[in-house]
């Protein structure tokens, strides 16, 4: 049976008159009776909204602080795309994780009067990923992971891009393969890492630490990472984002390298970027706006209350001018 007003009123011992005066928001009504009506409203699944259509929203956290636009492009069109299809409304928001400490993920949904949300570029050092073990609005994450039954998670199936990048390049001879990761707080750089180190024992290669580099996915920390190689005698660097692999292809050329006879280089986005540069970058793809499709229909579910979990996508390798046979001398 759908929740209604008086049902909330009656579980709570308030009159129907105070609840619905609560969730409009009423001024004579006192924050924290507003805010008992909120929770329970929420926890019952409760729409104030008569229609059908509902309200989505996604919640891209510190948006100008990232350098794959072209991805984070694709994956709004295609959670914007699977939304249209179901006839449902989205707004996107821009937020910094300073601005998690203003509202709680509750309250922010239920004051935008969301009926779900998808966040991505969340850290596991942000205030609202300590928030989703309790939270009450159904929420699609991107790449991060959660306990409770009403978020899931949408991802590339990081383990299998590692070993189809590790896989390539031992195809190709080489043996001692370097690893740039991004950063720490990330939890995609976790299972980036796992899918390095799962792929060398799959083939056989003795991890070394020192082979492993913790850049931020920029260009310039990918700098740093062949700044960090140049004396490490490795033969090949599989990096986990295309702007740290073009980064250390950039300063690898400073440097007097040349690629790839002295060093194969494998990214990890497909970006446009990567043809542009020389050699053109080989690249572990995945499909940004398959994932924001993904993210959409899996928030649909959710909302009806059927707690599936994770929705991952399968990569695959573009491969091109950056990646070469190793020959010994």
Known sequence: MKPTVRKI????GLSSATV?????????????????????AQKL?????????RRLGVMVVNASEKEDSSILFNLLMGFQKYADSLGNDVIIINIKSEDQNKESLDQFSYNNQLDGLFIAGLKNTDRYYHELETALTPIVLMD??????????????????GNLAIEHLVELGHKRIGFVNGHKEA????????????ALHTHNIVFDQSLCFDGDF?????????????????????CASDQMALGALQRFHSLGFKLPQDISIIGFDNQPL??????????????????GESACALLHILAQKIPIRHVKLEPWIVVRESTATFITF
Request: hydrophobic share 35%; glycine share 8%; charged share 20%.
């Open 9 to 12: 009123a009656d579980d709570l």
């Open 20 to 40: 619905s005066k609560a969730l409009a928001g009423r001024g004579e009504i006192s924050e924290e009776t507003k805010e008992r009506v909120r929770v329970h």
């Open 45 to 53: 699944g409760y729409s104030k909204s008569v229609s059908v259509r």
């Open 144 to 161: 991060i992971y959660s306990s409770n039954p009403m978020v899931g998670t949408v991802s590339t199936d990081n383990i299998s891009a």
């Open 187 to 198: 939890y995609v750089s976790q299972e980036r890492l796992t899918g390095y180190l799962a």
């Open 218 to 238: 920029s260009t310039e920390s990918g700098a740093k990472a062949a700044d960090y190689f140049a004396n490490k005698d490795v033969s090949a660097i599989y």
């Open 274 to 291: 990567g043809l542009g540069c020389s050699p053109s970058l080989t690249t572990i793809a995945q499909n940004p706006t398959a994932l």
